[in-house]
């Protein structure tokens, strides 16, 4: 015979089921999943199974952050940790281009386009993180720099990893 559960591990649980099906529903919307048999919805039962996890974890333990469902979804997306701290490294003073040097680079046309690109890129990440964007304009120029050298690049988001890493923005597998 087994013994009923008491209120508060039903109310428990409850909560934990709850965070879980928000979870999942979360990424079903920002996926646009159509099918439960779809690849996308196996990861949306990876994620909502993460967060739910934390949640137990939360509520069974002092001091344990659970971050909101969007922040939690982008960290997961990106590291594959809910918690990771997704904010850029900061930027030593030698990272971001002078005056002079910006005001050239933006004079190459491609150079000024992809510097538009970039800081709308990094905003629009900063904005789905759940973080600052003070980074944005530093890094778009440091990319209109770089494009205006004329030298191998990545592409824009690898750009941006490499410098919220503290990498040079064109270093390559690093």
Known sequence: MSTPASPADTGLRARIDNDRARAEGFVWGAL????????????AQAFASAYAD????????????????????????????LTA???PAPSPVERVPG????????????????????????????????????????????YAVLVAASVSRPNIADAWTNWRSGRPLNAFGE
Not at 32 to 43: C, D, L, Y
């Open 85 to 87: 701290n997704l904010a």
């Open 99 to 142: 005056f002079e040097e910006c005001d050239a680079a933006l004079r190459n046309r491609t150079a000024w386009w992809l510097c538009a690109e970039a800081l709308g890129y990094v905003r629009g990440w900063c904005d789905a993180a759940g973080i600052g964007s003070g980074d944005a304009v530093d890094f778009a120029r440091a």
């Open 32 to 43: 646009h999943i159509q099918h439960p048999f779809t690849p996308e919805a196996a990861t």
């Open 54 to 81: 934390r949640v137990t974890e939360s509520l069974t333990k002092d001091n344990v952050f659970v971050p909101g469902l969007a922040e939690a979804w982008v960290a997961w997306r990106v590291t594959g940790d």
